[in-house]
């Protein structure tokens, strides 16, 4: 029977970047999607900026356009119709926000911005990607069935010759839509508001639109006595041959003459000549699962939360977050770095996200007419906080208690446990970069005090885990070497320097850094050193070396920053103080002054929160 570490089910947005996100932790994976390829309607159109920081991470930065800095959100304004009556006002994203406030945030808290891309543009690039990473993608097939043991998931896969064939998987993520197969077999229910309404959306391409492009607004609330619907441009096209998408509440059956007749209506201009793309009927529902795992198997997306279109871009958004949020935990169980238990914190901060969330959509004007008497209590919530400060409570945080807000702005959080690591510029080999640079390879302490890199790497040792001490008041005087595939090709003296490098050496090469000729052969590679150690060195050795360092940057040690007062005041320590840093991004612990016992400290908090499979060892 053929095997794998982890199955996909589902190759739309959130299966995809499942499937990027765990290769690039080096993570055997099979992604299977019923369709033959991306559905010819754009659907999705709009990707926040913590979204793009992910990509970015993951290595798509430079392959996703984003939107330029200042531009802000895609402006939304009321009209009679295209060609009729335009309101002087915008839409406010926010409700009481000041039109430029968003745009002066773009580059406050990120070195991202989103990105206008639609999802039929975008999945191609993911599934690229993951098909570059390793991912064995094969579309056309079918989950015909499954079942799971206590040992991982069986699952029964069908092409589109009707050929089945078994395959044995770990884990099972199902992304498989709002209607979820893989989530009815399981027995697990939903709540939530519910359908509100069915759509029909016409896709559609006409030159003569483009006039109305120029102030820059793209989309539009149509407002008729008895018509209402929403507009939108794809500006992904050159001028001219932008596709545009209509949304109207509707259900009914219609031949090619009503859909040109509806489309006309909105653009107030029926003599117009335009070619409709694709048509297609969607519900609008808010339904969130009552769990987001059973056993082996993870939801994510839709098959999660589906939650209806908002200004807040909560749908695909939300479920890209599962999937990075679900990544690095199955990566380090795989590995035997964690145990099991770390996957129990996904249903743990993920579903109170979906929530929160599926809240704000019915607090907010958009859907306020579907909202329920206790959704108009809601308070609104900034939608900067929205995005880039949620916070998560799990038995991987520490600190971040009941008490707290569900999300705040990053400048409020300073450094909250719980919260994503805030941006602030810092100086790397003379060049500025973000702290976010320094992120989301593995487990990272910052910090601005040096008497912390001796506890971190004993600890590194002690717990058998990866963790980079990162020295932000390096100077960024850190030198850059040419990028290397695996750590038994980079010099030994530099792995003896870095602390998590010298810590494995001394565990699995102790007679390496002991060695008498160590002065003579240090500038040589592990790999180079082989064949002259005289049976010293073996190749399973040099295997555990390569695993415990894989991913490891032996150049990220140290950093300056471009302002000394900002990294303390926004990561909320003093200067001998300490943040540790998830592989996702998060801050899992910190310590505002060095403490009394910091081996310890950082021992205890680290097993903790990372579901170590080792137990502390003792100080040697």
Request: proline share 7%; hydrophobic share 40%.
């Amino acid at each position: 029977m053929e095997k794998t570490s982890v199955l996909m089910v589902g190759g739309g947005l959130v299966g995809l970047s499942a499937a990027v996100f765990l290769a690039t932790r080096g993570v055997p994976a099979v992604l299977v999607e019923r369709h033959p390829a991306s559905s010819p309607l754009p659907r999705a159109m709009g990707f926040t900026t913590r979204t793009m920081e992910l990509y970015r991470a993951a290595g798509l930065g430079d392959a996703i356009p984003q939107v330029p800095p200042g531009l802000g959100r895609p402006r939304r304004i009321k009209v009679e119709s295209l060609a009729g009556k335009w309101s002087s006002e915008d839409v406010a994203w926010t409700p009481g926000e000041a039109p430029d406030q968003q745009v002066k945030d773009d580059t406050h808290f990120s070195i991202c911005t989103g990105a206008a891309i639609a999802q039929d543009r975008l999945e191609p690039i993911l599934r690229a990607h993951a098909i570059k990473l390793g991912v064995d993608v094969r579309l056309s097939t079918e989950l015909t069935a499954f079942e799971q043991d206590h040992r991982g998931v069986t699952a029964m896969l069908r092409d589109s010759q009707r050929r089945e064939d078994s395959l044995r998987a770990d884990y099972l993520i199902a992304a498989d839509g709002h209607a979820s197969p893989v989530r009815e077999e399981l027995g697990i229910g939903r709540s939530g508001r519910g359908m509100t309404r069915t759509v029909r959306s016409i896709l559609f391409r006409a030159a003569a639109l483009d006039g109305y492009l120029k102030p820059g607004i793209s989309q539009f609330e149509i407002d008729q006595p008895d018509f209402e619907a929403m507009l939108t441009v794809y500006r992904d096209a050159s001028p001219g041959q932008e596709r545009w998408l209509l949304i109207v509440a509707d259900d009914g059956d219609h031949d090619e003459a009503g859909l040109r007749a509806m489309v006309q209506r909105a653009v107030g201009r029926p003599e117009m000549d335009f070619e409709i793309i694709a048509t297609g009927l969607w519900q609008l529902s808010a339904l969130i699962a009552d769990r987001f795992a059973g056993g082996r198997i993870f939801l994510a997306g839709d098959a999660a939360h589906t939650l209806p279109p908002a200004r807040g871009g909560y749908g695909a958004n939300t479920g890209i977050e599962d999937a990075h949020n679900l990544a690095w935990k199955l990566a380090a169980v795989l590995a035997g770095r964690s145990r099991p238990e770390l996957l129990d914190s996904y249903d743990a901060e993920r579903r109170p996200i979906a929530w929160l969330r599926h809240d704000q959509i019915f607090a907010r004007p958009d859907y306020a007419r579907y909202a329920r008497p206790g959704d108009k209590d809601v308070p609104i919530i900034d939608d900067v906080a929205m995005e880039l400060g949620q916070i998560y409570r799990s038995a991987a945080v520490i600190d971040a208690g009941p008490d707290l807000p569900p999300a705040l702005r990053p400048d409020l959080w300073t450094g909250q446990p719980g919260t994503r690591a805030p941006h602030v510029w810092v100086g790397r080999d003379g060049v500025r970069c973000s702290t976010l640079d320094l992120l989301q390879r593995d487990w990272v302490l910052l910090t601005k005090n040096a008497r912390w890199r001796e506890p971190a790497a004993a600890v590194g040792a002690r717990l058998a885990l990866k963790l980079d001490c990162v020295l932000i008041d390096g100077g960024g005087k850190a030198a850059l070497p040419p990028p290397v595939t695996s750590p038994l090709d980079v010099p030994i003296e530099r792995i003896a320097g870095h602390p998590a490098g010298k810590a494995v050496l001394d565990i699995r090469l102790p007679q390496v850094m002991t060695h008498s000729g160590y002065e003579t052969f240090k500038s040589l590679s592990l790999r180079q050193l082989l064949p002259l150690s005289q049976g010293q060195l073996s190749e399973d050795a040099l295997a555990w070396v390569a695993r415990d360092l894989a991913g490891t940057d032996f150049a990220l040690t140290s950093a300056g920053p471009v302002d000394a007062q900002a990294f303390g005041d926004a990561f909320g320590i003093g200067s001998s103080g300490a943040s540790l840093v998830r592989p996702d991004g998060y801050i899992a612990w910190r310590v505002k002054e060095f403490p009394a016992e910091p081996e310890e400290a950082l021992a205890q908090a680290l097993h903790t929160v990372a579901f170590c499979s080792a137990e502390i060892q003792a100080v040697r």
